[in-house]
């Protein structure tokens, strides 16, 4: 386990010395590579039996496995996608060497702090790991700034904000250790496996306190809406690989937090509490995040309110609970982490290719690009939540999940809003896929000269073919969840809930 | 010793020095003063960790009053006064509200944790006023972070939030395991010091450190 969380960090520091922009990002990509190689069995023989190291400070089971293995994977998707992504910047001018090097340095270190959220049993270092991903990443969202304002204001904005939530989360953290105190007799415990242990015994007021603090607190940096606010600048703001990883699973980690805590907290003050709180951010969410998607003009925006959108029906699905709840929880967050980073992916060459991220200024991808256009495509249909996609597939088991409970109003609730989600991200990315091209829009060889973005990177060599290889593997994957759900994953999912503790 | 601490209760005595210092945030105009009510709160801080532990010999409670000396009380300082001189900004600090209104604001949010946490589910170690306190101190904290308009007011908002709930951890549980103390300092630094970055990025970017200026990011 030791060596998954060290080889980011060799990467890292390999990746900041190196003189050569290309030669950066092929070894940026080849670390994760080996990273996701020697991983595998880890992972492996974690789902099956957990696994601890150092006297218990790290610990992993199936649902670490499960969201690590969504950490590794987009790790390699977006290392892969940037070597084409920044030699494309640097070739417009946007950028240079040193930026370079730091971006990648930085790239690898917030795959490390994720990771490390994965694997930590104690509850503060999770924490520590948590606020550690808003730290590195704040950086890769100002990436660049001294040529962008825009940038500087989002980051800004994002660390602040997450920084005073998770600082309330902290105080949850504080609380627990307080009620674990209380039950053991003398020293508290933080441990998760310990707190799980002894998680019936705890003092229920108590343990309320801390979960509505947990909540606020993780549920800020997981972009659950009221707190979502630094969320929409930052995705949009940020370089399109970043913008993939934060939205793909950044949020899911933080989310993760509060799955281990409601495992802990449930037992004591039971079910209802943590399940009601879960369900009323969710459904907050979701309807708060419809209506920005349907007066949204541009598209990175678009795609970062639909992120909230997701989070808030992965909410709802542990909210609403049970086995099925749950499930759908689970496998949503890996279909959202799959077609999420496909259009972020796909909206950095649309955007590198209209010099423009509004609607507007957009049209006619489809015939312009047909390959970029289908993906896009493939991709738009299954966030808007479309048969035969899978985020359709996760969506229904949530909706079974809530009818099954009897949870009429919320259910309706849900599709009410999914519905007008449906027509706010196909009307929006429908005019620019298949609306005639204008004239001026097309980056045709007369204007490329006095264009600030040379024509798209998307067909350029090697790096252009790696970068379609991974969109075509995502939008694979896309279609494939949407027929069935691999066995291996969901013999995944199923050891999740019962580590989880659910019945 | 251990009888004249209690005695003279000046675990109470010096925990309300720590509110004091937040509340005093709110009547300073001057970048530096701020700092330096920052440093004498941290100093504070780490004396009733020392205090406490003299009282009930933890050692590692005085490594924990150490520590937080070390950074809170001598590195961050520093770092926040280079700040302060390289954005040259000396000069008033122009809250939204006036001081008057704000000193008030921040007496009824004491006197509301106070009413609010008198009986509560928390039965405390040493001194039954440090939790209110804490928690007032993390509730100041966020209202200067509301009401100030320059980045560095705001990044000492949050250095007292984090102050206050420093004291809330060590009031509920006698500090928490040294670990996760080192872990948490080592956060609050590193997000200072990008946070200071970020500071002088944003006075370069837009000729001003006024946050009023970051409101294109909108719907």
Known sequence: MIEILLIPVVTAGICYILPNTRLIGYVSAAGTVVLSVLSIPTIISAISSPIEMLKGMLYMDALSGYIMGLVIFLGLASAVYSIGYLEHELKSGLTDITWIRRYYALLHLFIFTMLLVTVANNLAVMWIAIEATTIVSAMLIGFGFRKRALAIEAAWKYIILCTVGITFALLGVFITYYASAAVTGTEGVLNWTALRGIAGRLNPSTMKLAFIFILVGYGTKAGLAPVHNWLPDAHSEAPSPISALLSGILLNTAFYGIMRFVSIVEPSTGSGFTGNLLILFGLVSIGISSIFILVQDNYKRLLAYSSIEHMGIISLGVGIGGPVGIYGALLHTLNHAVSKPLMFFASGKIQSHYGSTRIENVSGVLSSMPLLGTLTFIGTLSLAGTPPFNIFISEFTILKAGVDKGMWLVTGLFLLFAVIVFYGILSGFGKMLFQSAKEQNIASPETIKGNPFPLDFSSSGLPGLLSNAVMLLMAFIIIIFGFTVPDFIDSTIKNCINILGVK | ?219
């Not at chain 2, 504070?44 to 205090?51: G, M, P, Q, Y």
């Not at chain 2, 209202?143 to 984090?162: H, Y």
């Open chain 2, 1 to 219: 010793m251990k009888n004249w601490i209690q005695a003279f209760s000046v675990i109470d005595f010096i925990s309300v020095g720590i509110l004091l210092t937040a509340v005093a945030m709110n009547a300073l105009k001057r970048l530096e003063s701020c700092v330096r009510v920052y440093t004498l709160n941290s100093w504070l801080l780490s004396l009733l960790t020392a205090i406490v532990a003299f009282m009930i010999g933890e050692a590692h409670l005085y490594v924990a009053a150490i520590l937080t000396f070390m950074t809170k009380g001598i590195l961050l300082p520093v770092f926040l006064r280079r700040i302060v001189r390289q954005i040259k900004l000396t000069h008033d600090v122009e809250p939204y509200i006036n001081n008057a209104l704000s000193l008030t604001i921040s007496g009824i949010l004491v006197g509301v944790v106070y009413a609010s946490l008198r009986e509560g589910i928390f039965v405390t170690g040493f001194s039954r006023n440090v939790l209110q306190i804490s928690i007032a101190v993390i509730l100041i904290g966020l209202f200067i972070m509301i009401t100030r308009r320059k980045a560095l007011t705001q990044v000492i908002g949050l250095l007292f939030m984090e102050n206050g709930l420093f004291l809330a951890g060590f009031s509920l549980t006698f500090g928490m395991p040294l670990i996760v103390e080192l872990g948490v300092l080592f956060d609050m630094l590193m997000g200072v010091i990008i946070l200071g970055i970020f500071t002088i990025q944003i006075k370069r970017a837009f000729t001003s450190s006024d946050l009023d200026k970051l409101t294109i990011l909108k719907g």
